[in-house]
């Protein structure tokens, strides 16, 4: 390949890609098969992370920038004018394969502006990953977007040599796309997901019978939602994942912060801060529904319909919820131990483990590394110290904000100076 | 009574059979040093052991059995922190763990056992890291050579990695702190030891001794690194929290232009 020419385009659609927050790489199971290059079946691997402190894990480019849709929240959008370029499929194979030898990356993510049709462009994606599966014997991990519109044949094909699929919905609500992306339908979103799902479901099946059955999107789907585009709230937005989650068997929902790109004025203008505060409580709203056994309308619901900016969601459900504390962490379950504020799911495990051998006092809860400055105000321990006072809800959020710095310090003041 | 100090010669299987020795003589005030640190303390007498590898073995069987599978892992990876006086705290440990009926190591309560893990996991981080932050080159004889300053002794720990990941390339990864690294041939994983040349500059990428198309990929990648940060969320504090400085130096990503 030539040097020049490959890092013109490198430099333009690597820069287009950047947008698409899953970095993911885990979770696929795919080992090494006849020494061949690559082994997918540990941990997922950051290799570097950017300056803005994200990781990067796998080679994230767009096949190319070119496209025939206008979505307002897109920099690729047709109306853009800006440099497109466009990868060849052996271009992206080698820049792939050379990187991976040299452990900078963990495989490929390849998405793609929409060219010609969804087909033609999706059967470019394909073809990069049948490359490298069969021609280069590749076992890293390979991610490809489902474009909107491909065929049910292609997405099956997809799903035999990647690790994992995954369409953006990209606005939360049906009215919001109709707004920014009126070319585009729901439907057309929701249809390669489906068809992967009932695939996944169908090869899972098979593979119990017959053991030889190829892996089909072993690492399963994923989607990404923008953050503060078109107006939703908190609650729109979650309840839009839960859907995801539940309907569609997503491994992962990503929200991603809108960063202003266009002057359009359907839009927030080039200039005004990207909502990374909001996105973090998004992802630990998200947390909370996966992993710590929380039903999303615990944490927002028709009279709660925003996350606090100022406290964790977790800290927030458990201030109106005063009832069910103070919890004993030598006796209480593992859901209700993981309800605690300040008490991550490795600190719940840990405790679990230690108050077997005796009963946990303070220092014991400190060193293992519990977050007493929000834990402290619910629960008791073997200590007959405890908070004594009947406070209030805001009387305990204001002790905790006394005693704690935000890494979001800044960005808290600016965004509440808007309501202040 | 004086207390002893007994010297081992650094190996995970002489630290073993330094425990077997403090065991079979029932030894109470005791503390052991590698011979590469030895301090000579006020009224101790010192006493060198020979490293037994079946003694080592008996030693090891009885951590197995008195240890769940991923405590005895910890132990080891501890171990290999090569952390002052961390012979001591796991000879705290590992009586511990011997003079009780349960497993104990997850009893974190304890002052030794939340130590060890702490320290396990320090080393599992490292371990992490390696396998994150080898950068290969591709030299002239087609070897892809990475070169590594690990805080902790962890080329162990990282070889399966890259011996299953790796298996269709000749492959180097040196740790230039201690002095060895691991050798890929296509079948098997050796130990070596290199002689640089004098005044050799590992985080430089010179002719002499790498392909040409080496330049080529390097440079992409640096292009490819800086295309795909986001400007407007730029947050240093976090990079360095991932990517602390130390290990810059031989990130080629991380090299100026």
Redesign the interface.
Known sequence: MS?QR??EK???L??A???DVSCSSSGSQR??TN?????A??MG????????????SL??ILLTNYCIFDCAYCVTRKSNDIKRAAFKVQEVVD?TI??Y????IEGLFLSSGIFKSADYTMERLVDVAKKLRLEE?FNGYIHLKSIPGASDELMREAGLYADRLSVNIEIPTEAGLKKLAPDKKREDFIKPMVKVKNEIIQYKAEKKIIKNTPKFAPAGQSTQMIIGASGENDFQIMQTSNHFYKNYNLKRVYYS?Y??ISYDNRLPQIGSA?P?LRENRLYQTDWLMRFYGFDVSEILNEHHQNLDLDIDPKLSWALRNLHEFPIDVNTAEKHMLARIPGLGMRSVY?IL??R???K?NWE?LK??GVALNRAQYFMVCDSNQFEKRDLTSEKIKGLILQNSTS?YGKSLSNQLSLFG | MTSKNLIYDGTFDGFLSTIFYVFEHKLEKVTIQNEFSIQQGLFCENERIHTDEDKANRVWNGVKSKLSSKGSYQLYYAFLSEQNGIENLLLDYITYAFSNV?K?D?????PSV?KIAQIAKSVGREK?RM????????TKDKI?F?NIEPDFNVLPLIEK?FK??????LWVIYDIKRGYGLFYD?ENVEIITLDFPKNFDFTKTEDAFFAK?EF??Q???Q???K?????????????I???PKRYWKY???KQPD
């Open positions: 040097f490959t890092q490198l430099k333009i690597a820069d890609a950047k947008y080992a090494n020494k061949g290059l690559g082994d079946t540990g691997i950051c290799h570097s992370y950017t300056e803005d402190g994200r990781c990067v080679l994230k820049l050379n990187f030898r040299r452990n900078y014997n912060g960063v202003p990207v990374m840990k483990n230690a077997r051998f005796r946990l014991h060193k293992i890494k | 349960k104990v997850k009893d974190f309560a304890h939340l992490h396998e994150a932050f080898v950068r290969f080159r591709l892809f990475a990695h299953r990941r790796y298996a269709d390339q296509l198309q080529e990929f440079k992409l990648w292009d490819y690194f295309a795909t940060n986001i400007q407007s969320r730029k947050n240093m504090k976090l990079h929290r991932h990517v990130l080629s990503e």
